[in-house]
């Protein structure tokens, strides 16, 4: 199946996202306000999404000068690398929250679990938004009355304990299928049991994701120390039967000292399950870098020929074993704004 961007717009896309910031003019007003989000690569930034050759990335900005910068022009933009230009007719897009067309909500961001990646436990208060299931249900009906909106797709830290967490997911579904009924739901928890993929199923999600976040056991060990690895992929095993085909995915992180060959054997091992990987190039901040190094040592810049080299054999993996990213609806495969996407951008 034929990308549906050119790989030059694929490779230009993999060199932004691998890069730093976007510097803005200091003059530029943004059309809208920016994305601030609470979970995901961008958590604790402020970020835009850019939207270009028929893909889009979404990358924090700042007023300081940048390696890559937003040009404005006769009321046209464009993106200049090292001040030359690097990517013309560029659009800026809203955000609903965290996504495009998406209301994807965080609905809580203190967690127990101390993954070595996770932004979301380190923000500062003020940074995070203290969502009520009543507030929760008011900015979803908010969002749906926006023309472009698509879906839902609820996300969480754990609080207190995977339990909670999902059983307060699953009632937020259920709320929301009773609100909007023919809208896709989609749900990314941390579950330990089969009996809760079966809640969240029962309450009305129609799609899921449960992150295995690296297929080296022993990075994985280090980055997530309080979950359960096994644990993990017997719940994505379980969720290939309950959600069915092309309803099931995975982040696989790299860049944390892993080998292609062993993102390469989760793509597979996923994919038998009936699992679509996410892989997602590691993002190192100011919130993590210190954690990271501490149980990893230094770690490399993130390579953009490697994102492309990893996700276009991804999608011979998955068109091997019938599944694709095309027809998710929601949460990272429907955003497209975080990652190469295997069959959209190679």
């Known amino acids: 199946m034929e990308a549906k961007v050119s790989p030059l717009i694929a490779r230009k896309k993999a060199e932004l996202l691998a890069g730093g910031p976007i510097g803005l003019p200091m003059n530029f007003r943004l059309p809208f306000p920016p994305s601030r989000s609470t979970a995901g690569p961008g958590a604790g930034s402020a970020s835009i999404v850019i939207a270009f050759g028929n893909t889009r990335a979404k990358k924090p900005f700042t007023r300081e000068r940048s390696r890559f910068e937003l040009s404005e022009e006769n009321g046209k933009l464009s993106i200049l690398k090292d001040g030359s230009s690097f990517l013309n007719k560029v659009e800026l897009i809203p955000t609903l929250y965290h996504a495009p067309f998406q209301a994807f909500m965080n609905i809580d961001h203190a967690c127990i679990m ?33 023309p472009d909106f698509t879906s839902v797709s609820f996300t969480s830290a754990i609080p207190k304990s995977p339990e909670m967490t999902i059983a307060r997911m699953a009632g937020l579904v259920a709320g929301v299928r009773s609100l909007l009924p023919n809208i896709p739901i989609g749900v990314e928890p941390y579950a330990t049991r089969p009996d809760e993929i079966d809640l969240l199923r029962s309450s009305g999600a129609d799609e899921i994701k449960l992150n295995i976040e690296s297929f080296d056991r022993d990075i994985f060990e280090k980055v997530c120390p309080k979950r359960d690895y096994d644990v993990i992929l017997h719940m994505i095993n379980h969720a290939g039967h309950v959600f069915g085909k092309n309803k099931v995915c995975s ?45 990893l040592g ?26 694709t990213t095309m027809k998710f609806k929601t949460m990272c495969n429907s955003c497209l704004s975080c990652d190469i996407v295997p069959f959209w951008d190679v």
Do not use: W
Not at 267 to 281: D, F, Y
Not at 298 to 318: D, F, G, H, S
């Open 298 to 323: 230094q770690l490399e810049p993130m390579n953009p020929e490697r994102m492309l080299k990893l996700a276009r054999e991804e999608k011979r993996i998955l068109t091997s074993y019938g599944l």
């Open 114 to 146: 101390d993954c070595k990646f996770c932004a979301s436990p380190r923000l500062a208060h003020n940074s995070t938004k203290d969502l009520s299931d009543k507030k929760i249900y008011a900015m979803v009906e908010e969002a749906s009355k926006n």
């Open 251 to 295: 982040n696989i992180i790299f860049g944390m000292g892993e080998t292609d060959e062993n993102v390469i054997e989760g793509v597979k091992v996923l994919a038998n399950m009936g699992c679509v990987a996410t892989l997602r190039a590691l993002r190192r901040n100011e919130y993590n870098v210190d954690e990271l190094e501490k149980v």
